[in-house]
């Protein structure tokens, strides 16, 4: 069972997805992440346009990362979680674990490292507070972090 402060959608593996051996392309895990991400900040209440507008502010992507764990198959019905792992000043890191729709088996996990820029300059600004109070229900607690992530 999924923690409460991680949002998950379910996303099935379709044929536009996987190679001839029916086994997932890994850029495929990229547009599931992107729908997990979108959803998340529908779900609290700053779908992109809005956040955009009302913040005026931009998250272009500054790093990617992810490891395959397991192979995904056509028609594998996906569970794709998204919580905050970290905020910092000026940036902060989502974090994505994929398992097989009812199992605990993890078939990938990734982080992206989004950081907040003035939409007119593309200057780094500092993350807002709004954005922060509104994703807080979706970030990780700190006692629930690694060593590695404390820093």
């Not at 959803?39 to 500054?62: H, K, Q, S």
């Amino acid at each position: 069972m999924n923690e409460p402060w991680k949002y998950s959608i379910e996303e099935r593996v379709r044929w536009g997805d996987v190679d001839a051996a029916r086994i997932i392309f890994y850029g495929a895990y990229i547009r599931f992440f992107e729908f997990a991400e979108t959803e998340l900040f529908r779900a609290v209440g700053l779908p992109y346009g809005v956040m955009f507008d009302e913040l005026d502010i931009w998250l272009p992507r500054a790093h990617l990362e992810c490891d395959f764990r397991r192979a995904a198959q056509l028609d594998d019905l996906l569970e794709v979680c998204v919580y905050v792992g970290r905020v910092g000043s000026k940036s902060l890191r989502l974090d994505f674990e994929v398992r097989r729709n009812g199992t605990d088996e993890l078939v990938a996990e990734a982080h992206f490292v989004l950081v907040a820029v003035r939409r007119n300059t593309f200057e780094s600004v500092p993350v807002p507070d709004e954005l922060k109070r509104r994703l807080a229900p979706y970030t990780q607690p700190d006692d629930d972090r690694g060593d590695d992530q404390k820093n």
